[in-house]
């Protein structure tokens, strides 16, 4: 059973954990106190020297980092149903790991935590953002019904979270029904499981 | 040969370039005008919606994003060399690419901005954050050689041009001689090639 070093308001944690029930692989939550600070404490930077949540453990295998976790359980438990190997397939899925790495991130992400969690971050810009960001991924989904390869990967999964939570931070998608029927379809997925907000 | 659509200043760009050049990969530089907003051009949108160099095209495979473009090159082009199949090893490599995408392009990246490129960018909150991205760096490389599998890999090259051009944006990196040392084996890697500030 992995252990995943977990926060359940975390979009990021929740990324881990909808895979792994996508996968069926059963999982232990260790919840993380980040309001008390526990991630910056000795013991959690032994395993996260960044600090952040998510991070699993696997027997003696520890991954940080929510996009490297998506890739270790793809790999590990999934054959390559989520995560293709030939070089143009992994290549078009990576794309939106580091979409959701950086442009989800730097927008509906961080607009989330100034409406959900009052931090003091600029806001304005990032929901500026997050209407561009959301706007790439309509486009891109009008004939399409997952991001890449026309089945669910590991790249629908990294990207879904934030996108699905961006009402939280004040961004409607309202004005992008192909990411709304994209939300849904994940949803339907054998092994859904939602999470606070989704 | 594939065609690099490619800013000489860029890092990201440098990553591609790069990676081909120790892969003996031959490769056709397509300057894109990032001046004169050529990433924003209706042309330049059919490659990359994005509107973000670099974009490689290989033959009909079009791959946006550095990360996704050096899985690529590594995939198609240079056996598991520069990127292990298996679960661990395949994610451990993954941590640096989200490292590059996000801590990195979050601090010395947007430095650099500022200093090089006269940009309006937050340089004072980067170079701090640039600092700590460098300390963590540091302290991994204590007693390692490369950033992971104790060989260089794709995690190396894709954190490697924004490390090395951190004195542009300011930070220097006397403080962090692992570092250093890190950037040096890189630059005696069989193939190397250089940009300016590098």
Known sequence: ???IYDLELSGNCHKV???SALLGVEYELIPVDLLGGEHKSPQFLQLNPLGQIPVIVDNDIIIRDSQAILVYL?????NEDWLPLDAESMAKVM???SFAAHEINNS???ARLYFRFNMDVDWESAQAKGKQVMQIMNEHLQHRDWLELDRPTIADIACYPYVGLAPEGKVSLDDYP???A???RIKQLPGYIGMPGL
């Open 1 to 3: 059973m992995i252990k």
């Open 17 to 19: 954990r909808l895979m």
């Open 74 to 78: 793809a790999r590990k438990y999934g």
């Open 95 to 97: 794309q939106w790991l």
């Open 108 to 110: 509906v992400f961080i």
């Open 178 to 180: 192909n990411v709304i």
């Open 182 to 184: 994209w939300i849904e």
